[in-house]
Every structure is written in structure tokens, then in C-alpha cells.
């Protein structure tokens, strides 16, 4: 099967579907509506509703009406997303538009592209030239260069450099505690829709649907979700998952019932049970300390100001040991907490 098309009047597959990429093939833009794909989706210059593909989706001149999903990997270039685009791995897009909202659960790369709405990276945060006028957060490093953010930014780096850059406030973490808000989670239920064992009871989310195996749950403080009859929820520093035999793993550890002492061990005997990410969580139960102990023992934090940088807003630095370097010709226009600012 190479795709499956929906729209009003039904479901096409087959000789149908392969018509329809020959005429994409001759360059005529066509409208898909919904593109679903249980591996991998190329779409050219032509207008779709949604896009679901259970591994990788690129985008080459495409324009999306609804959201995008991918369980791997999304590439678009000179796109347009009026919906959220969500990733379960790396999302690049270059010279691309009206983007709502853009999650990806490990790295972002953001080339001359505006997103409406906010943006997050389980790992690394790359933007050239990007326009975001929600909040950005990254749970790696960050690049950023000609780009404008217009709410907070939060990261977990101990530098992080402005080059030519605008940002309204920053925010910077101890590790354990930046994690992408909300929920993602990709199942394996043969299904491009939400069931009623992959629910999603606070926070945000997407069920995508592919072949390949087990079940990831991504989860950020404040989340609440249940996959398959696994009960995940998080605070800023831990995370808790209840199994379906009463067993409670917190951080990875067992804290009581019948099951295995770690979650690594339950997992090599119930395949079903997710593979979770989360605050403070480890599969193997490795003790993790808590953010002031982190905050204590970590070095300085900078952040640097540079080639007409602007910040408008408060820079905080919640492990207390923070610099901020305003170089000639930037600006920093609101106050420091938990450091210091040094004006060169």
C-alpha cells in the first residue's frame, strides 16, 4: 500500500491512489484531502487536509490545511501548515509559513520559517531567520541567529548566545526540569485516530500510528496521559508509571507491587508497556538528583547578547548563578534573576 486517501465521498486506494501520483508526477497540484500513510509520505505542490504517516513525511511546495504527524521525521521546504506539525524525532523546515504550532520530540531546525504558535525540541533548538510569536523551548542546545521570538525562551544550556536576535524573556533551567509541556504519544494500534486506550487526559498530544514497534510516551511536568492501560503522570522532577497490575514505578524504580525493581526489567517482559521519557526519569531507576541539588553543583550560566541582540523582557536563571553579557550595540531591557549583568 502506498497511501490511502479520504475525502467526502469515501476512500480510495489501489489504481486510484496511483493515478493520482502519475498526474502529481506531471506537475498539476491537486487537493488529497487527508494523507495517511502507516511508513512514508513525499507530497509535492498540491493542497491536503492532514498529513499521518507512521515514519517520515517531507513537504516540497506543499500546502496543509490541517496538521501534520509523523512518528519519525518531518522535512518541509516552501511549505504552508495551518495546522501543528509533530514529530516524534528530528522536524526541519526551510522557507516555510503559517505554521501553528511545531513540536518536535528531538531536534528542530527552523530556516526562514514563521510559526504562529509555539515551538519545542526534546533536544537541540537550530533557527536561522525564524519568526515565532509563541514561546520556544529546547531540552538541548540552541542556535540562534536572525531570528525573533516574541514570548519566552527556555532551555537548559550553560551558554546560550543571541546573534542578531530578538526575544521577549528567557528562561534557563537545570536540566532535569526543561522538558517539552504536554504529551506525545505514538502508538502502535493500527489506527490514525485516538482510541480508547491511548487517551490523553491533560496536556497536549497526538496519537501516530506506524508498524514498528513499541510505544513512546514523552511527557512534560503537569501531564497526565494513559496508553494501553499504563498510567503515566509527571511533576516538575519526577515521573510516576502505574501499571496495569498495580505496580508503581517512579523514576524508573519500583516503589511497590509484584513487578520487576526497575522499569528496564518490567519492560523485557511486557512488551506492551510503553517506553517513557519524562522529569527526572530513568529506565534503569538511576537516582537522579533534584534541581536545587543540580542548581548547587553546576557552573555558571551565560547568556550573551550579541550583533544587535535585543531581550525586552526579565532573564531568569533558575540555578541561581547566572551572567547576563549585553555587548555594544545590544540591548537588554528588563531585569535579572538569580545573576548578573555585564554591559561590555
Avoid at 495546522?83 to 516524534?88: F, I, V
Avoid at 543571541?162 to 521577549?168: M, N, P
Avoid at 526543561?178 to 485516530?193: K, M
Avoid at 555587548?327 to 537588554?332: A, K, L, Q, V
Wanted: charged share 10%.
Amino acid at each position: 500500500m502506498m497511501f490511502t486517501r479520504q475525502c467526502k465521498y469515501g476512500i480510495t486506494s489501489g489504481l486510484a491512489a496511483a493515478y493520482l501520483i502519475g498526474s502529481l508526477s506531471q506537475g498539476f497540484a491537486q487537493n488529497m484531502g487527508d494523507m495517511i500513510h502507516d511508513r512514508t509520505l513525499v507530497l509535492g505542490n498540491e493542497q491536503v487536509q492532514t498529513v499521518s504517516a507512521g515514519r517520515n513525511v517531507t513537504l516540497n511546495g506543499t500546502q496543509v490545511l490541517g496538521n501534520v504527524m509523523a512518528g519519525r521525521e518531518v522535512e518541509g521546504s516552501n511549505c504552508s501548515i495551518q495546522g501543528s506539525l509533530m514529530a516524534g524525532r528530528d522536524v526541519q523546515l526551510s522557507n516555510c509559513s503559517s505554521v501553528a504550532a511545531v513540536s518536535a520530540g528531538r531536534a528542530l531546525n527552523l530556516s526562514n520559517t514563521t510559526v504562529n504558535g509555539n515551538v519545542s525540541a526534546g533536544t537541540a533548538m537550530t533557527l536561522s531567520g525564524a519568526t515565532i510569536h509563541g514561546n520556544a523551548s529546547a531540552g538541548g542546545e540552541v542556535s540562534l541567529r536572525n531570528t525573533r521570538i516574541d514570548q519566552t525562551l527556555s532551555a537548559t544550556v550553560p551558554r546560550l548566545v543571541l546573534d542578531s536576535t530578538t526575544v521577549d524573556s528567557i528562561k534557563l533551567g537545570a536540566p532535569s526540569t526543561a522538558l517539552n509541556n504536554g504529551v506525545f504519544i505514538s502508538s502502535n494500534n493500527n489506527s490514525h485516530v485516538i482510541t480508547n486506550n491511548s487517551v490523553i487526559t491533560s496536556g497536549n498530544g497526538i496519537v501516530i500510528n506506524g508498524r514498528s514497534g513499541n510505544n513512546l510516551v514523552t511527557v512534560g511536568p503537569g501531564s497526565l496521559s494513559n496508553v494501553n492501560g499504563y498510567t503515566v503522570k509527571s511533576s516538575a522532577t519526577q515521573t510516576t508509571v502505574i501499571t496495569p497490575d498495580g505496580s508503581v514505578y517512579v523514576n524508573g524504580s519500583k516503589v511497590s507491587g509484584d513487578g520487576p525493581a526497575s522499569y528496564s526489567e518490567y519492560r523485557t517482559q511486557f512488551t506492551q508497556a510503553p517506553n517513557v521519557h519524562g522529569p527526572g526519569w530513568s529506565d534503569d531507576g538511576v537516582s537522579t538528583r533534584n534541581p536545587e541539588e543540580m542548581g548547587a553543583a553546576m557552573a555558571e550560566q551565560v547568556v550573551e547578547l550579541t550583533n544587535n541582540s535585543v531581550v525586552t523582557g526579565n532573564i531568569t536563571f533558575e540555578g541561581g548563578r547566572g551572567r547576563v553579557i549585553v555587548h555594544n550595540g545590544s540591548r537588554f531591557e528588563g531585569t535579572v534573576e538569580g545573576g548578573t549583568v555585564q554591559r561590555n
